[in-house]
């Protein structure tokens, strides 16, 4: 999986001293990775959501913005974020 810039999700966080600063769903020690890990295994939400005490809108909120991150275009070197397609 492309590396993303997970720090931009609202729904997860990284706490140094929790699951060694690894991205877990916000006030939960469980692995976003999990969800991708499954998902690609052929689990389903459901069953996720079961296995591992998440809630489908987080389960949701982690996928659109993995959907959203890889459809957006990548930003050139040394360009700001904030760009827009006319600075580029």
Do not use: Y
Request: hydrophobic share 45%.
């Amino acid at each position: 999986m492309a590396a993303l810039d997970w720090s931009r999700c609202p729904a997860v966080e990284s706490v140094p001293g929790k699951r060694s600063g690894a991205w877990v769903f916000k006030d939960t020690r469980r692995l976003v990775a999990t969800v991708f890990e499954n998902l690609e295994s052929g689990a389903s939400i459901e069953e996720i959501m079961e296995w591992f005490g998440v809630t489908r809108e987080q389960i949701q909120a982690v996928l659109e913005f993995a959907a959203r991150s890889l459809d957006a275009p990548p930003i050139p070197a040394g360009a700001t974020a904030s760009a827009d397609a006319h600075s580029l």
